[in-house]
């Protein structure tokens, strides 16, 4: 919606019986204020990275919006 959002979604569908669900987790998030300010690293290396993993099975994201004033965007890795 216009005034907030909030979404949780995976970074891709392309799964097949063999993609194991990984058994740790790292995130990385970057913000934007008025659109005039961002900041931060939502790559999946630097999630990886955050949870230690060396090998990402899987990516989910995470998008909050309020009202066009904040934004923020996380990449979840999800591996071992």
Known sequence: GWAFTN????????FN???PAGTAVGSASASN??????????????AAEDGN???VNYVDYQFLNV?????SYTTVAHGK
Request: a negative charge; charged letters at 20%.
């Open 53 to 55: 993993l060396s090998e």
């Open 7 to 14: 979404i949780d979604a995976p970074m891709s569908t392309d």
């Open 67 to 71: 009202l066009g004033i904040y934004s």
């Open 33 to 46: 204020l008025l659109g005039l300010v961002a900041w931060g690293d939502a790559s999946v290396e630097a």
């Open 17 to 19: 019986e063999k993609t």
